[in-house]
Each structure stands twice: as structure tokens, then as C-alpha cells.
T-cell receptor, first 111, second 107 residues
């Protein structure tokens, strides 16, 4: 089974903290994605990456950055967490648009 | 403007009822996915469709490419089907998501 593993299930951080959300996949997928999911807004793409060291902005990149130093790992960074970044964060990976697999999500609360 | 529209947003059904969730999209797609998310849980892919119809157990998914419409049907619904169902369309290498349909099946 393809696995996408997110490092934390629940996370509570303070406003202004730097936050790292880690995502690891074990199927050698080229593509990796970070989404946030909010009630009434559905899933929105923050950043995605087609290859190591490559990154592309999604629909809502403001306040976030990403890092992909290795093919299997895609990190989402909140440079200075704010309360409006309280959300469920979902990582996904795919191979050429198929075999799309989601992680189990990280519920981040910024206080 | 949403590229993917789902209806209904919320649905409550009695156990055993036949359920239909609809998805309309406005972009050209290479595939459409139906996803399921249980409360507090991750997301799993139920179906990937590019044409016609697929069936898996009590779940049936259909797509009409000309009309840009897909439906997810659940026959003989059960409380364990309670979840959020999300329609996602793939265009190029990017997905567009519906906002989801929250289904509650009452025993």
C-alpha cells in the first residue's frame, strides 16, 4: 500500500512561532502537494512540487513556504504562525496525476 | 467561482436508503475522483473515473463527460457510510476539489 505519512496528528502552536509540518511518502512519487481544509471552503492547494528542489505556488501560498530536499519528503513551513492558519493540513502525493494518495492530516491550532 | 460544485452540501438518510451525491465541473478534465473522509480521519480515494461507470460493493460512480457531471450512489446505506464525500477533478497535474457533501446515515 502506498503510504503518505504526516509527522503530527494534532499540533498546537503559539502566534509568531515557526512551524514545520512534515510529509513523507514511500512510493517514489514525483508529485507532492500541501492542502489546507477549512469548513465551507473545501480543500485548497497551498504549494506543490513536481520534483526534488522544485516548488510551485498553489492557490493560497501567502504565509507559507515549502522545502523538498529529498524526493520522499515535502515540508510545509509556517514562517510566523498566525491564528488564521488554524486548519487541517493535508499532504498528498501522486505519480503523473494518478495513484493520488492523501496523508491522514495534521490539525494545527494556533493560539 | 468554483470549478467543482457538489450537491447537496449536507445529507441525512435512514439506514437502508439509496443515496445520490452529485458533482458538476466546469473545466476540461483527464479524470475525476470521489474521495471519502471520515470524521477526524484522513482521505481515501474511492473511485477514479474518466468515463462510464464503476462499482465497488455498495458504491457506484458514474460520469458523463459531455455534460461534465458525475454522481456517486450508495445503495443500502449504513451508518458506517457517514462521512464527507469529496469530488475532485484532475486537469493537467492539478486537482480541483468540491467543498464536500457531509453524509449522516441514521440507524
Amino acid at each position: 500500500d502506498v503510504k503518505v505519512t504526516q509527522s503530527s496528528r494534532y499540533l498546537v502552536k503559539r502566534t509568531g512561532e515557526k512551524v514545520f509540518l512534515e510529509c513523507v511518502q514511500d512510493m517514489d512519487h514525483e508529485n507532492m502537494f500541501w492542502y489546507r481544509q477549512d469548513p465551507g471552503l473545501g480543500l485548497r492547494l497551498i504549494y506543490f512540487s513536481y520534483d526534488v528542489k522544485m516548488k510551485e505556488k498553489g492557490d493560497i501560498p501567502e504565509g507559507y513556504s515549502v522545502s523538498r530536499e529529498k524526493k520522499e519528503r515535502f515540508s510545509l513551513i509556517l514562517e510566523s504562525a498566525s491564528t488564521n492558519q488554524t486548519s487541517m493540513y493535508l499532504c498528498a502525493s501522486s505519480s503523473s496525476g494518478y495513484g493520488y494518495t492523501f496523508g491522514s492530516g495534521t490539525r494545527l491550532t494556533v493560539v | 467561482k468554483n470549478e467543482v460544485e457538489q450537491s447537496p452540501q449536507n445529507l441525512t438518510a435512514q439506514e437502508g436508503e439509496f443515496i445520490t451525491i452529485n458533482c458538476s465541473y466546469s473545466v476540461g478534465i483527464s479524470a475525476l475522483h470521489w474521495l471519502q473522509q471520515h470524521p477526524g480521519g484522513g482521505i481515501v480515494s474511492l473511485f477514479m473515473l474518466s468515463s462510464g461507470k464503476k462499482k465497488h460493493g455498495r458504491l457506484i460512480a458514474t460520469i458523463n463527460i459531455q455534460e461534465k457531471h458525475s454522481s456517486l450512489h450508495i445503495t443500502a446505506s449504513h451508518p458506517r457510510d457517514s462521512a464527507v464525500y469529496i469530488c475532485a477533478v484532475l486537469t493537467g497535474n492539478q486537482f480541483y476539489f468540491g467543498t464536500g457533501t457531509s453524509l449522516t446515515v441514521i440507524p
